[in-house]
C-alpha cells in the first residue's frame, strides 16, 4: 500500500478535514496546542567567554584566577604576550557562560537570543560586551557563535559607608539576536512513513481521542496510539507533501481529557492551586491558629548609696499566648472546589489555614485528588 497523499483514503479525508475545521467545535482544541511533533525539537547551547568595557564592576582577578588565564588565552591569540608571573589586575573584565535555546529547523546565518551570566565575582555586566565565543551542543560540536553588547535590567549602587542596594540581577543578562547559528541540526522529520504526535500532558483518553479524530477524518488506521503521549501516523514521504500533511493535523480540533484532579502547594509562598475536579468525602474539620510572642527586656538594678553595691543587669522574658478562634468547617460528601474555597472565605481564613484543612483531609483520605508540595 502506498504511503502518502495520493493514497485514495488521503485524498477525499484531506477535503473533509478542511471542511471541518472551518466550523470548528465551541470545546475543542487545536492538535498544535495539545502535542508537539516527534523530532521537532529544540537544543540547548553553552559556551564559555569574556565580558569587557565594564566600568570598573569586573571579576576582581586576584580572587578568579580562572579570568586570568581566559585573557591570557584571548591576548595570545592576538599576538600578545603577557610576561610570567604579572597579575593584570583589570576591573572592567569579567568571565561568564553564555547559554542559548537553538529553534528547531535553525539554519546557518539565522540569529538567535542568548543569556551571559557572571560565574566570578563581577558586580554587574551593565555597559559590558561579549567577546566571540563559540556555543556548543551536547555532543560537543559548535553550533553557533555569540558577541556583543550585553543589556542588563538590573542595576546595583553601593555608598562609601558600605550600604548597597540592588535591584534585580545585575549580574546577568541578555543579548538579543547575539548568536549567529553556524550549523543546522539534522532531524529525522523528513524520514520514515511515520509521523509521531507527542502529547505535552501524557493522557490515555486524549491520545485514544486524537487516534479516533485523525482515524475518522483520514480513513481506518492511519493513526495507532502508541502510548499516554504517542500517537502514529501514516505521513507521506514526500517533504511538500509532509509539511501540509502535518501542516493539516496540526489544525485538527478535538476534545482534549478533564484534566486529573490535584491541589498543588507552593510550599514556600503559600499559593495554593485547586483543579476544578477535586472532590472531597463527607468530612468535618476545625481550623484555628496559636499564636507564641516572646519579648525580651533587661531591667537594671541600682544599688543604695553608700552600700558598696554594683550596678546589675538582669533580663526579663515576657510571654504572650494568643489564640483565635477556631473555625469549624463540615463538608458534605461530593463537595467541589467552589464550595471549598466559598466555605473557607466566609470566615476570612488565611490560605494558611486551606492548605492545613487540604492536609487534613488527605491524610483522612477524604480528598479525592492528589496533593502535591513545590
Not at 478535514?17 to 516527534?38: I, K
Amino acid at each position: 500500500m502506498k504511503s502518502g497523499l495520493g493514497h485514495p483514503l488521503l485524498r477525499p479525508a484531506l477535503l473533509l478535514l478542511a471542511m471541518l475545521l472551518a466550523t470548528g467545535t465551541a470545546h475543542a482544541e487545536r492538535v498544535e496546542d495539545l502535542a508537539t511533533v516527534g523530532g521537532v525539537r529544540s537544543n540547548q547551547l553553552v559556551g564559555y567567554g569574556l565580558v569587557v568595557g565594564l566600568d570598573g564592576t569586573g571579576d576582581q582577578t586576584s580572587q578568579t584566577p580562572f579570568t586570568i588565564q581566559s585573557i591570557e588565552n584571548m591576548l595570545a591569540k592576538f599576538g600578545v604576550t603577557v610576561p610570567a608571573n604579572t597579575n593584570p589586575m583589570l576591573k572592567n573584565v569579567a568571565a561568564v557562560t553564555v547559554h542559548a535555546t537553538l529553534p528547531p529547523f535553525s539554519k546557518p546565518g539565522q540569529t538567535i537570543d542568548i543569556t551571559v551570566s557572571s560565574i566570578g565575582n563581577a558586580t554587574s555586566l551593565r555597559g559590558g560586551s561579549l567577546v566571540m565565543t563559540p556555543l556548543s551542543g551536547a555532543d560537543g560540536q559548535v553550533y553557533a557563535m555569540g558577541q556583543g553588547s550585553v543589556i542588563v535590567s538590573g542595576f546595583g549602587v553601593e555608598g562609601k559607608d558600605g550600604s548597597s542596594i540592588t535591584v534585580n540581577v545585575p549580574s546577568s543578562g541578555r543579548i538579543p539576536n547575539g548568536a549567529t547559528v553556524e550549523r543546522a541540526v539534522p532531524t529525522n522529520f523528513d524520514s520514515g512513513p511515520y509521523v509521531t504526535l507527542n502529547l505535552d500532558t501524557p493522557d490515555f483518553t486524549t491520545a485514544t481521542r486524537l487516534t479516533d479524530a485523525i482515524n475518522k477524518l483520514l480513513g481506518p488506521d492511519t493513526a495507532e496510539a502508541l502510548d499516554a503521549v504517542s500517537v502514529r501516523v501514516r505521513a507521506p514521504t514526500e517533504p511538500s507533501q509532509r509539511i501540509a500533511y502535518v501542516s493539516t493535523l496540526e489544525r485538527l480540533d478535538i476534545d482534549p481529557a478533564a484534566p486529573p484532579a490535584r491541589v498543588i502547594i507552593n510550599s514556600r509562598t503559600g499559593t495554593v492551586v485547586i483543579s476544578s475536579e477535586v472532590h472531597v468525602l463527607a468530612a468535618a474539620v476545625a481550623s484555628g491558629s496559636l499564636t507564641v510572642s516572646i519579648t525580651e527586656r533587661s531591667d537594671v538594678s541600682q544599688p543604695g548609696p553608700f552600700s558598696n553595691g554594683e550596678t546589675a543587669v538582669t533580663p526579663r522574658s515576657t510571654l504572650d499566648v494568643k489564640q483565635e478562634k477556631a473555625h469549624m468547617f463540615k463538608f458534605p460528601s461530593g463537595v467541589n472546589l467552589n464550595e471549598i474555597v466559598t466555605a473557607v472565605n466566609s470566615v476570612g481564613a488565611a490560605p494558611g489555614d486551606l492548605v492545613a484543612i487540604l492536609e487534613a483531609l488527605k491524610e483522612a483520605g477524604a480528598l479525592r485528588a492528589q496533593l502535591i508540595v513545590i
